[in-house]
């Protein structure tokens, strides 16, 4: 194993090597320098030019995602609406606003106002029993009763 | 460690700094290597020609951004690998220009050999190295063609490569294997 990372001896291929690239010859198909730096300078205008395309490119995304975000309704789970609508209702019946109509119950009551409470369907009873009114008078006198003392016997 | 990391090669990469200046003076010595490099990794000469002015135009763009400690040579190998990765996705399947070294452009060679002896020597050494390089894979491929081609050491192939120096080590040995299998053949059937 020493062997391999002790190999002192590497003339041999870089002779080879030495002669193969001295019979290839040198400059053939190789590039001027005034060729590369012409095209390094435009290559970085271009870059630097795409770089400023793409940050204009990029502030725009990020402007068009702020307003989907602003405008978006908000996702929220069910669970949370039910407990909104849970704690809504609870507000609504502390402050009265409930839709169903609630007995009233007397008992349920304070005692000053189970008084008011009591009187007046009272009232509305004694204005059911007072007399009709005095344009029925003139239909009395057609009384069965008044009719039969009248009447005469058929031969 | 009597190992002989970066001895007999080119000016000692390490030693380069690492700015705007160094790069554009070091340009006229580091650009053949790399489209050396990147031919090698390629497999064709004209895409090498695209890829070595995309690796020196990201280098240019880049080089004053890096640490002050940054090795200059090894950090524009390891640019010239991303860009041979990346054309090499870009292209799908590349041809796999040493796998029958037809396709290995010899219009590009150095026809003047001085002596006849030194001719046999310059396509030996062509036919053997393209042997070995079509046998090994895109990785191994790179990790030779840094040691033995362009003199980086193993520390500085590792992070390169994305290695542990361990297997930086290994690697190159097995490479270096394939190379003197390819040279036997080669010299077997020669003779």
Not at chain 2, 86 to 95: K, S, W, Y
Request: charged share 30%.
């Amino acid at each position: 194993m020493s062997a391999v990372f002790h190999e002192p001896d590497e003339s041999l291929e870089r002779g080879l090597f030495e002669r193969r690239a001295r019979v290839q010859g040198g400059a053939a198909g190789v590039p001027s320098l005034d060729a590369v730096l012409r095209a390094a300078r435009i290559e970085s205008r271009e870059t630097s030019n795409g770089r400023g395309r793409a940050w204009t490119g990029l502030a725009l995304a990020a402007a068009c995602l702020v307003t989907v975000i602003k405008t978006r309704p908000h996702d929220v789970s069910s669970a949370r609406i039910a407990a909104d609508v849970d704690g809504a209702s609870s507000g609504a019946s502390d402050r009265g606003g409930i839709c169903e109509e609630q007995v009233a119950s007397t008992s349920a009551l304070d005692s000053v106002y189970a008084g008011m409470v009591a009187v007046a369907p009272a009232s509305q009873e004694s204005r059911a029993c007072v007399a009709p009114p005095a344009t029925f008078e003139s239909f009395r006198t057609l009384s069965c009763d008044r009719d039969e003392a009248n009447r005469t016997e058929m031969p | 460690m009597a190992d002989a990391e970066g001895e007999g090669v080119s000016p000692s990469p390490s030693a380069v700094a690492c700015d705007h200046a160094s790069l554009v003076s070091m340009y006229g010595e580091l650009a053949p290597r790399v489209h050396r490099f990147l031919r090698d990794l390629l497999g064709d000469s004209a895409l090498a020609s695209d890829a070595t002015q995309e690796t020196f135009v990201r280098a240019f763009r880049r080089v004053d951004e890096l640490p002050g400690t940054t090795r200059l040579v090894p950090w524009v190998f390891g640019v010239a690998r991303f860009v041979a990765l990346e054309m090499r996705r870009a292209r799908g399947r590349v041809r796999r220009v040493f796998d029958d070294g037809v396709a290995v452009d010899h219009r590009a060679m150095d026809t003047r050999a001085r002596t006849p002896e030194d001719a046999l020597l310059d396509r030996e050494a062509v036919a053997v190295v393209e042997t070995a390089l079509g046998r090994l894979p895109e990785e191994r491929r790179a990790a030779l063609l840094l040691r033995c081609d362009h003199g980086l050491s193993y520390d500085e192939i590792a992070p390169l490569m994305g290695w542990s120096l361990p297997k930086v080590k290994i690697e190159i040995f097995r490479a270096r294997e394939v190379l003197r299998e390819a040279l036997e053949e080669y010299r077997g059937g020669g003779t």
